[in-house]
């Protein structure tokens, strides 16, 4: 029930976060955007019965970015640059955590095919 509860609001606040952006009205887009992450964190810790601890750090930090990205001056603006990038390399220690085999000769190859696609 509760992870019915919580994929009800994480659509309800992605399309209510849209409605925002399709027709720019920006009070929907100040209180919805960095809900999502919210909503997204109470989706995820409902839904996964042994929750990864660095995910839901990585989503809070991401939430944090978010918010301050939303204000003006360069304060606001460098602390949500460095919540980002925490989230991120939160991210990337959670996808070398999973890769039990790793392997610099499929990081290499993995890379370049992406670089040739672009």
């Keep these: 029930m509760v992870k019915k509860i919580a994929l009800f609001a994480f659509i309800l606040v992605s399309v209510l976060d849209l409605i925002g952006l399709i027709f720019n009205?920006?009070?929907?887009?100040y209180v919805f955007k960095p809900f999502i992450l919210l909503a997204l964190l109470f989706l995820y810790k409902s839904?996964?019965?042994?929750?990864n601890k660095w995910?839901?750090?990585a989503?809070?930090?991401s939430f944090f970015?978010?918010?301050?990205l939303m204000y003006s001056g360069q304060l606001p603006f460098k602390i949500g640059l460095i919540s980002f990038l925490i989230a991120h390399i939160l991210f990337?220690?959670?996808v070398i955590n999973?890769?039990?085999k790793f392997s610099f000769l499929k990081i290499l190859t993995a890379i370049n095919t992406f670089g040739i696609f672009f």
Excluded at 65 to 68: I, R
Aim: charge should be negative.
């Design 55 to 57: 995910y839901s750090t």
């Design 47 to 51: 839904s996964v019965v042994d929750t």
């Design 98 to 100: 999973s890769n039990k």
């Design 92 to 94: 990337i220690k959670i």
């Design 25 to 29: 009205i920006e009070s929907l887009l």
């Design 59 to 61: 989503l809070i930090f």
């Design 65 to 68: 970015g978010d918010v301050f």
